[in-house]
């Protein structure tokens, strides 16, 4: 049973949800005090905002009751591809926004326990969604993805990294050819034209090379969320790699 005290602040939490301006704060105290029954009763809110912050809050607490709300949340077609990234964060399962076979994976699973991600399952999916050959393994992988005009481009993804706050990330990046230090403005400048990812410059093999790299938060890494990243990644480094060398060695 909750503590008077403890239930009249996670209801202060709660009512600031509503208000856009003290969101953010007011669901990391949620989730730093773990109120898993007041995030499930967000779940029921009529404000879209609020049922928001409580699928991520809950996906990142990882609790496990939420499963059945979540996938209920689904079938209604409620923020899908955030309950889908939440149940996934939960489960370690990768069914997307496939409401049906989360229903009845759930009725096969008598409770769904702690994440068991199956990473290498996971790179397989990706793999196929790409048509992509895939080497690796544990928590280092290289895609190799055919590209237009015979052209073709690896990408590497590595799992494990945590960054600065401690959470677990996805790294994600492909070579694009030798840094000349002549060219470093006029590649740089192209990260404010691009959706996501940036150019960078990194050494290999003592050389620093230009390379196109992306992050992904562990928990929001779904097969096709990491494919769209990839195939990304890919179609942009391949462009400056052509344009530096004319060549197509990565």
Request: glycine fraction near 6%.
């Amino acid at each position: 049973m909750t503590d008077p005290p403890k239930a009249a602040q996670y209801d202060q939490w709660v009512r600031q949800l509503e208000d856009p301006w003290s969101r953010r704060v007011a669901r990391k105290q949620l989730v730093a005090a773990r109120a898993v029954g007041s995030l499930l009763e967000c779940l029921q809110s009529s404000n879209e905002s609020v049922v928001w912050a409580a699928i991520q809050s809950l996906g990142e607490l990882q609790a496990t009751e939420a499963v059945a709300p979540l996938v209920d949340l689904l079938e209604q077609g409620t923020l899908t591809l955030d309950v889908a990234q939440a149940l996934t964060a939960i489960t370690g399962e990768y069914f997307g926004a496939n409401a049906a076979q989360w229903r009845q994976w759930l009725g096969r699973s008598p409770a769904a326990g702690p994440p068991q991600a199956d990473t290498a399952e996971c790179i397989r999916q990706t793999a196929g969604y790409l048509g992509a050959e895939v080497s690796g393994s544990d928590k280092s992988y290289v895609f190799k993805l055919s590209l237009p005009e015979a052209r073709a481009q690896k990408v590497a993804v590595y799992f494990g990294r945590t960054d600065d706050v401690g959470d677990q990330m996805v790294v994600i990046y492909s070579e694009c050819g030798p840094a000349n230090p002549k060219l470093y403005e006029a590649v740089l400048r192209k990260n404010m034209g691009i959706p996501s990812g940036a150019f960078a410059i990194r050494d290999v093999k003592g050389k620093p090379q230009f390379v196109m790299v992306d992050t992904m938060l562990a928990l929001s890494v779904t097969p096709s969320t990491l494919a769209k990243h990839i195939e990304n990644i890919a179609t942009r480094a391949d462009m400056v790699e052509k344009s530096l060398t004319k060549e197509d060695r990565r």
